[in-house]
């Protein structure tokens, strides 16, 4: 069992930044894919980026060259750093996670553990 706690969500006028972060719990961090997912009132949750390990990291294109996904297997976390936010992405994030580094899962349904959410909200 893997849990997945996130902090650093808030409220910041678009252009600026804040960055995520999950804390996982468990001894086989280095075997786990984490991922971050976001959910706006009213739509789907969709993929924002996954990181497999350190070196590797996939994004939406709609983040791509604004976010920066990374993690540390020393201390079981992983961050995502939001820069030039736009109102468009005011959402929930979740921080999850899913075993196997080999592939990447960009589906909801590909992960089996998730956080509880941190809200992020960007004003024009």
């Known amino acids: 069992q893997v849990q997945l706690v996130e902090s650093g969500g808030g409220s910041v006028q678009a252009g600026g930044s804040l960055r995520l972060s999950c804390a996982a719990s468990?001894?086989?961090?280095?075997?786990?894919?984490m991922g971050w997912f976001r959910q706006a009132p009213g739509k789907e949750r969709e993929f924002v980026a996954a990181?497999?390990?350190?070196?590797?990291?996939y994004y939406a294109d709609s983040v791509k060259d604004r976010f920066t996904i990374s993690r540390d297997n020393a201390r079981n976390t992983v961050s995502l750093q939001m820069n030039n936010l736009k109102p468009e992405d005011t959402a929930v994030y979740y921080c999850a996670s899913h075993w196997g580094v080999s592939r990447v899962g960009r589906d909801e349904q590909d992960y089996q553990y998730w956080g509880q959410g941190t809200q992020v909200t960007v004003s024009s």
């Open positions: 468990g001894r086989t961090f280095t075997s786990y894919c």
């Open positions: 990181i497999p390990w350190t070196t590797k990291t």
